[in-house]
């Protein structure tokens, strides 16, 4: 089964298959307008707590860390229910989490389209 959940950049252009797309980060990203970026939902309550963010600064050594605590995050009941809002504003479409950093390896998004690709798994969602 494919997952319901993929990610990509928003600097990446927008395709018929990416279904609902969601900006996933709390902050806007540099040097794109409003009108540039095609988005759905703006979920920045999804996006890592401000001091996580900070903390984590985009710095490969704070990785695991960051993950782990991220994770956390997103286990909180809010977190959780705003997950389902996703999914049932998708109605049965892909969802696609759209970010800005620059790092394909060491983003929140990761995290966030793994969690919820879980989340699919256990409410059988997606």
């Known amino acids: ?13 927008p395709e018929n298959t990416d279904g609902l797309r969601v900006f996933i980060d709390r902050l806007w ?29 985009h710095k490969p050594e704070h990785w695991e860390g960051f993950r782990h605590d991220y994770a956390a995050e997103l286990q909180d009941a809010q977190a959780q229910a705003r997950m389902g809002e996703v999914f049932q504003a998708a109605r049965g479409r892909r969802i696609t989490l759209v970010f800005g950093a620059k790092d394909l390896e060491h983003n929140h998004a990761l995290i966030l389209a793994e ?9 059988s969602v997606g």
């Not at 089964?1 to 990446?12: C, F, G, L």
């Not at 969690?115 to 409410?123: L, Q, T």
Request: with cysteine.
């Open 1 to 13: 089964m494919k997952s319901p959940v993929q990610i990509k950049r928003v600097y990446e252009e």
């Open 29 to 57: 990203p540099r040097g794109l307008s409003k009108a540039a970026l095609k988005y759905d939902l703006w979920c920045k309550d999804l996006a890592p707590s401000p001091a996580l963010r900070t903390w984590f600064g």
């Open 115 to 123: 969690a919820m690709n879980d989340y699919a798994r256990r409410h």
